[in-house]
């Protein structure tokens, strides 16, 4: 069985930075995609950053210029650097690995259980 396990979340002050970690375990011979998205009160799951293996990036535009996602592919771990956070990054974040291919030889997509991002003015 793979898990995610998500860190780095917590309270910053608008203008701040945090750095979310999400470290996938478990026998695993390969993950295509990993990549953040993140759930506010009231809203939809919406994608934030995904990265390839190759390390093809694509992003929210609300999120361009200010987060950057990166990716350990020997540590199987995805990371994302969040800067310049406003009040409408409150949201709790969901690590997700899609195209794993695990123990079971069969691909299939993970999710984390999230970890709480909270930006005070």
């Known amino acids: 069985q793979v898990q995610l396990v998500e860190s780095g979340g917590g309270l910053v002050q608008a203008g701040g930075s945090l750095r979310l970690s999400c470290a996938a375990s478990?026998?695993?011979?390969?993950?295509?995609?990993m990549g953040w998205y993140r759930q506010a009160p009231g809203k939809q799951r919406e994608l934030v950053a995904v990265?390839?293996?190759?390390?093809?990036?694509n992003y929210a535009d609300s999120v361009k210029g200010r987060f950057t996602i990166s990716r350990d592919n020997a540590k199987n771990t995805v990371y994302l650097q969040m800067n310049s956070l406003k009040r409408e990054d409150i949201a709790v974040y969901y690590c997700?690995?899609?195209?794993?291919?695990?123990?079971?030889?069969?691909?299939?997509?993970?999710w984390g259980q999230g970890t709480q991002v909270t930006v005070s003015s």
């Open positions: 997700a690995a899609h195209g794993v291919v695990d123990g079971t030889n069969s691909k299939r997509n993970y």
């Open positions: 478990g026998t695993i011979f390969s993950i295509n995609v």
């Open positions: 990265i390839t293996s190759g390390g093809v990036t």
